[in-house]
């Protein structure tokens, strides 16, 4: 357990304590998203790809704009990606009724049953770690993710769960 004296201490992490937290950083998202990509190189797709699907499938009826927002690509490079995911069925493309304008996304059969796949083996992932780190481990592991964020992207998180 830390020294809680040593946590009010602005200076309690040394340079080799925060490069081994950019190490981990690194190597975790690479093994996180390991399986998902071997998933993804089966229908020649990828993390762009995978990104696109997760939040239409987390958000349904979401506008392309929100979408860029989200992902802070162009909209160049969210056209030819979502132009894929159209193209083969993945993602349905709709009108809006108050704003003819507007482009809803959503998930087809398909593109939710892909979403699922690949949102199980991350879970997984998570789920293993969270269970060998123990419960107290997930509320630290939140925070500092969270605080990791820049402001405006903090405001496109989905609720933070709420414990039970």
């Not at 081994?20 to 790809?49: N, P």
């Amino acid at each position: 357990m830390a020294d809680v004296k040593s946590l009010n201490n602005p200076l309690f992490l040394r340079e080799e304590e925060l490069r081994y937290s950019i190490e981990l950083l690194f190597f975790a998202y690479r093994d996180f998203t390991a399986e998902a990509d071997a998933i993804l190189a089966e229908r020649d797709l990828g993390r762009a790809h995978h990104r696109v699907i997760y939040f239409v499938g987390r958000q349904p009826g979401i506008t392309i704009s929100e979408l860029l927002e989200i992902l802070n690509i162009t909209k160049q490079s969210l056209s030819r990606v979502l132009g894929r995911l159209v193209d083969d069925e993945f993602v349905r493309l709709e009108q809006g009724q108050d704003d003819k304008r507007q482009r809803l996304l959503s998930l087809t059969d398909r593109g939710h049953s892909l979403e699922q796949e690949l949102t199980s083996v991350q879970k997984s992932r998570f789920s293993r770690a969270y269970k060998e780190a123990g419960f107290d481990s997930v509320d630290g592991f939140l925070t500092v993710m969270q605080n990791m964020l820049d402001d405006q992207t903090k405001t496109l998180l989905s609720p933070r769960p709420r414990k039970k």
